[in-house]
């Protein structure tokens, strides 16, 4: 059993009530699709204070199991301290027995509370994809703000791809290594990559020994070259030469 509540302290915003109430902290989707459709009308996640019945902003974070191949996803507050954040997530992460020796964490989404009921009844790889390509239509304000958020998430994620890629590409020191890279990680060849790249440069250009220079400037020749010719026909073509 995954699916686990406990008591949490709040404080009413709207009558100053220090109360406690029982919130959902991580919901399964297999084991309990009554709480997913809870949390998408908002009976389940909201909290409403027991004096007043005012409505409390959630703090403590959820996280969803959403079933099937997609990714867990954490409800949080968006303006908490992103370390504390961090605590939470891997504490909830604890919980739901998704720490495990000696592998890595699963990859998680972050969406704000507010937009949790909105992404649970929509396929965010679909509408990744419709983003990307242009054919998005959000037709309420909810599903217009959880379009504009699912873009600035899906670019910052990008970014990060990118970084890591480019830690990657550093420590590549043989041709035939660095072709099975750009191979495995397209996202080399993408702007985002030659920008990064550029302003590595301009570092290097300033500080670096005249050798590493060289260095980036050649992978950055060589990527504009595989982003017009293509990986492997690059890579035969400068084998050859
Ligand atoms: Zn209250």
Known sequence: MSSQARVVA???????????LEAWLVVDADERPDLIDGLRSGRVGTFVCDRCGGSVTRAVPLLVLPGGVADPVIAHDPDADPRVAQEQLFA??????????????????PVPHELLPVLLGR??????EALRSGT???????????????????????????????GELIQVSSSADLEALLERRPELLSDEADDLLRAFQAIADEEAPPEYQRQVEYWRHLIRLCRRDGVAQTFRRVGDS
């Open 10 to 20: 709040y404080e009413c915003p709207v009558c100053g009530h220090d109360g406690e």
């Open 92 to 109: 909830l992460l604890t919980m739901a027995g998704l720490v495990r020796h000696q592998q890595p964490l699963p990859a998680v989404l």
């Open 123 to 128: 396929d965010v790889e679909a509408d990744r």
């Open 136 to 166: 998005w239509r959000a037709d309420s304000i909810a599903l217009q703000r959880y379009g504009e958020w699912l873009g600035e998430i899906t670019q910052k994620q990008f970014g990060m791809l990118v970084m890591n890629a480019i």
